[in-house]
């Protein structure tokens, strides 16, 4: 009983469900194409002003350039009265697939 609620409750949420697409937004654009520009170039042009590039920074750029991207992670949601099943992107938002 307590699976069956739990599933009536995640469909009503997941209903009007449509996965975002982070990688047609012009921030992922600029991130992706400029991230390898940054990390070479930050030395030359920036590191007498901001000092040494953090690993954090790539990394924190990797984690978003993955963040909502089917190829990074999915949960499957399957429904067993209708036989409909659905992949969500998982999200880095808390480390959990959300339904935004």
Same mark, same amino acid.
Not at 11 to 25: G, V
Not at 56 to 84: P, Q, S, W
Not at 85 to 93: D, G, M, R, T, V
């Given at each position: 009983?307590?699976?069956?609620?739990?599933?009536?409750?995640?469909?009503?949420?997941?209903?009007?469900?449509?996965?975002? =697409?982070? +990688? #047609? &937004?012009?921030?992922?654009?600029?991130?992706?194409? &400029?991230?390898?520009?940054?990390?070479?170039?930050?030395? &030359?042009?920036?590191? !007498?002003?901001?000092? @040494?590039?953090?690993?954090?920074?790539?990394? =924190?750029?990797?984690?978003?350039?993955?963040?909502?991207?089917? #190829? !990074?992670?999915? #949960?499957?949601?399957? *429904?067993?009265? @209708?036989? !409909?099943?659905?992949?969500? #992107?998982? &999200? *880095?938002?808390?480390? %959990?697939? %959300? @339904? +935004?």
């Amino acid at each position: 009983m307590l699976r069956r609620y739990i599933w009536e409750k995640a469909k009503e949420k997941l209903q009007h469900y449509r996965r975002r =697409t982070p +990688e #047609a &937004s012009l921030l992922y654009q600029i991130v992706y194409h &400029s991230r390898d520009d940054l990390q070479f170039q930050w030395e &030359s042009r920036f590191q !007498h002003q901001y000092g @040494c590039l953090r690993d954090e920074v790539m990394k =924190t750029f990797d984690e978003y350039l993955n963040c909502g991207i089917l #190829a !990074h992670g999915v #949960a499957r949601v399957y *429904c067993d009265g @209708c036989k !409909h099943s659905l992949l969500i #992107a998982f &999200s *880095c938002k808390q480390g %959990t697939p %959300t @339904c +935004e």
